[in-house]
């Protein structure tokens, strides 16, 4: 039986509003003064007494007795009505133990932040993510631009709060929230959020397909889960889509001759995952080379990118990698992302090459800067060919010419019975093989549409124009027919 596998993996900004709270707290760390309870505890007894009196009873001289007053002040728990005595306050019966005595303590006062997603509208631990480079935006907008009541929420939520903060006195499990003195407003900011899709085999040998949070901290991923977060992104994962599909499976298959996938897909044109997983673990889903190896899920997933980086690494130089999205959604929408073009860079560095995302001419500036905002931390330079065809579900990487590696994947609709309706599946291959690459190069420049009008430009004004992009396309790539059987750069 297939062991578990993660096959996807998303990571999601949702809008979330920061706040700023003042307030007092109770802590048994810090008892009163002998004096000082006692008053309360003779004050709770007889509910109005007269300074004099307490006096009396205390043995006490008066400089030392107005004092203590205004000590019992200070607390809340008592005040002075019309004729000078001392009465008790209804905080009093907040600190009444089921005992029905009064248990005491110093208040300590504290400001710290917090924010409230506009989903789940509760307070958030922060997330270990570093980075938000590729995420994608979910955006309630039936809260957006709904007041919150924050204080209520502080109010209800400060048990979570205190698992958020790292205030040693206020995460104190004895610790408990008296009086908020000022809640404001500070800031919209974002609250990250990563989801892994894992497939794994029941007993009776049927695929699930389940999600779970990351990119938290241990002790959090239940506090998240419990806020309603991982509901929320759920039903947005399995939101019925709209889109058609403008590259069939078929003709994907064809175009890129790939003659393993076309066992999986069904008359729907659905991806059957489940006969694709059996099939890998019993080695039936593959090329007949070594050149050529399967590949299902984005290459940048942790068990995917070691393909590309190891081969990478035995490589003394080479030319670009291009790397040409798909229309999917969710498209690069991962924290892994992020760490796969570190290693890239790193890399890449070495050798005189770059990393390039390759897209359609945007529409209006608004459009670029948007694509320039989400992908721009996860390659070196986003380049623009003006003639190029929409995207579709086609997605390719590939390093023309000599050392030459490609990669290939269709995004690909599954079965609505995994209740994941609007995410696609990347699957298909990787190579070294030359012919296969060639091909793979010829399928791009025909949908980039390239010819001698073309024109390759930077997205915006932040990316420059790398002239060896620019070379790659207007000049034929020394592809090395002569090529030995062998891997030039084997992997280990």
Same mark, same amino acid.
């Given at each position: 039986?297939?062991?578990?596998?993660?096959?996807?993996?998303?990571?999601?900004?949702?809008?979330?509003?920061?706040?700023?709270?003042?307030?007092?707290?109770?802590?048994?760390?810090? *008892?009163?003064?002998?004096?000082?309870?006692?008053?309360?505890y003779l004050l709770d007894t007889l509910k109005v007494i007269s300074p004099h009196e307490l006096q009396s009873f205390l043995g006490i001289n008066e400089n030392e007795?107005?004092?203590?007053?205004?000590?019992?002040?200070?607390?809340?728990?008592?005040?002075?009505?019309?004729?000078?005595?001392?009465?008790?306050?209804?905080?009093?019966?907040?600190?009444?133990?089921?005992?029905?005595?009064?248990?005491?303590?110093?208040?300590?006062?504290?400001?710290?932040?917090?924010?409230?997603?506009?989903?789940?509208?509760?307070?958030?631990?922060?997330?270990?993510?570093?980075?938000?480079?590729?995420?994608?935006?979910?955006?309630?907008?039936?809260?957006?631009?709904?007041?919150?009541?924050?204080?209520?929420?502080?109010?209800?939520?400060?048990?979570?709060?205190?698992?958020?903060?790292?205030?040693?006195?206020?995460?104190?499990?004895?610790?408990?929230?008296?009086?908020?003195?000022?809640?404001?407003?500070?800031?919209?900011?974002?609250? *990250?959020?990563?989801?892994?899709?894992?497939?794994?085999?029941?007993?009776?040998?049927?695929?699930?397909?389940?999600?779970?949070?990351?990119?938290?901290?241990?002790?959090?991923?239940?506090?998240?889960?419990?806020?309603?977060?991982?509901?929320?992104?759920?039903?947005?994962?399995?939101?019925?889509?709209?889109?058609?599909?403008?590259?069939?499976?078929?003709?994907?298959?064809?175009?890129?001759?790939?003659?393993?996938?076309?066992?999986?897909?069904?008359?729907?044109?659905?991806?059957?995952?489940?006969?694709?997983?059996?099939?890998?673990?019993?080695?039936?889903?593959?090329?007949?080379?070594?050149?050529?190896?399967?590949?299902?899920?984005?290459?940048?997933?942790?068990?995917?990118?070691?393909?590309?980086?190891?081969?990478?690494?035995?490589?003394?130089?080479?030319?670009?990698?291009?790397?040409? *999205?798909?229309?999917?959604?969710?498209?690069?929408?991962?924290?892994?992302? %992020?760490?796969?073009?570190?290693?890239?860079?790193?890399?890449?560095?070495?050798?005189?090459?770059?990393?390039?995302?390759?897209?359609? %001419?945007?529409?209006?500036?608004?459009?670029?800067?948007?694509?320039?905002?989400?992908?721009?931390?996860?390659?070196?330079?986003?380049?623009?060919?003006?003639?190029?065809?929409?995207?579709?579900?086609?997605?390719?990487?590939?390093?023309?010419?000599?050392?030459?590696?490609?990669?290939?994947q269709y995004h690909a609709r599954i079965s609505s019975r995994y209740n994941l309706r609007n995410i696609r599946i990347p699957i298909g291959y990787t190579t070294y093989?030359?012919?296969?690459?060639?091909?793979?190069?010829?399928?791009?420049?025909?949908?980039?549409?390239?010819?001698?009008?073309?024109?390759?430009?930077?997205?915006?004004?932040?990316?420059?124009?790398?002239?060896?992009?620019?070379?790659?396309?207007?000049?034929?790539?020394?592809?090395?027919?002569?090529?030995?059987?062998?891997?030039?750069?084997?992997?280990?």
């Amino acid at each position: 039986m297939p062991e578990s596998r993660l096959i996807a993996h998303y990571s999601f900004l949702i809008p979330a509003k920061k706040y700023i709270a003042d307030f007092d707290i109770i802590t048994t760390s810090s *008892p009163f003064s002998a004096f000082v309870e006692l008053s309360i505890y003779l004050l709770d007894t007889l509910k109005v007494i007269s300074p004099h009196e307490l006096q009396s009873f205390l043995g006490i001289n008066e400089n030392e007795r107005d004092s203590l007053i205004q000590q019992i002040l200070s607390t809340d728990l008592a005040f002075t009505n019309d004729n000078g005595d001392l009465e008790v306050t209804s905080k009093v019966d907040e600190l009444r133990q089921p005992d029905g005595s009064i248990q005491l303590e110093k208040y300590e006062n504290h400001s710290a932040s917090f924010f409230v997603d506009l989903a789940s509208k509760h307070i958030q631990p922060r997330s270990s993510n570093p980075g938000k480079a590729g995420f994608f935006e979910l955006i309630p907008e039936a809260n957006f631009h709904s007041d919150l009541p924050a204080e209520t929420i502080f109010k209800e939520d400060f048990n979570r709060f205190r698992s958020c903060n790292t205030n040693e006195s206020i995460r104190n499990s004895k610790s408990r929230l008296y009086r908020i003195n000022d809640c404001v407003y500070d800031a919209l900011v974002g609250f *990250p959020v990563s989801v892994n899709v894992i497939s794994e085999f029941q007993s009776d040998d049927h695929l699930q397909i389940t999600t779970s949070l990351s990119g938290f901290a241990e002790n959090d991923i239940d506090l998240v889960v419990n806020s309603g977060i991982l509901r929320y992104v759920n039903k947005k994962l399995n939101r019925s889509s709209e889109h058609h599909d403008s590259l069939l499976p078929e003709d994907y298959c064809a175009n890129v001759q790939d003659f393993v996938l076309p066992d999986f897909f069904s008359d729907s044109r659905e991806f059957d995952i489940e006969k694709y997983l059996l099939a890998r673990e019993k080695r039936k889903t593959g090329y007949n080379s070594q050149k050529t190896a399967g590949l299902i899920g984005a290459i940048y997933l942790p068990q995917n990118r070691s393909r590309l980086i190891e081969w990478l690494r035995n490589c003394s130089s080479l030319q670009p990698i291009l790397w040409v *999205p798909s229309c999917s959604t969710y498209w690069g929408a991962s924290a892994y992302v %992020k760490a796969f073009y570190d290693d890239l860079h790193e890399l890449l560095s070495k050798k005189g090459s770059l990393l390039s995302l390759i897209v359609p %001419k945007t529409s209006t500036p608004q459009e670029a800067y948007e694509l320039g905002q989400r992908f721009g931390g996860i390659v070196d330079t986003i380049q623009c060919v003006s003639t190029s065809s929409p995207l579709d579900e086609m997605e390719i990487m590939i390093v023309p010419g000599y050392p030459c590696w490609a990669m290939v994947q269709y995004h690909a609709r599954i079965s609505s019975r995994y209740n994941l309706r609007n995410i696609r599946i990347p699957i298909g291959y990787t190579t070294y093989d030359t012919e296969r690459v060639r091909n793979l190069w010829t399928i791009m420049l025909k949908r980039a549409n390239f010819s001698e009008e073309s024109k390759i430009e930077p997205l915006e004004k932040r990316f420059t124009l790398a002239p060896e992009i620019l070379d790659c396309f207007t000049h034929t790539p020394n592809w090395k027919t002569n090529m030995p059987a062998e891997n030039p750069c084997p992997t280990s």
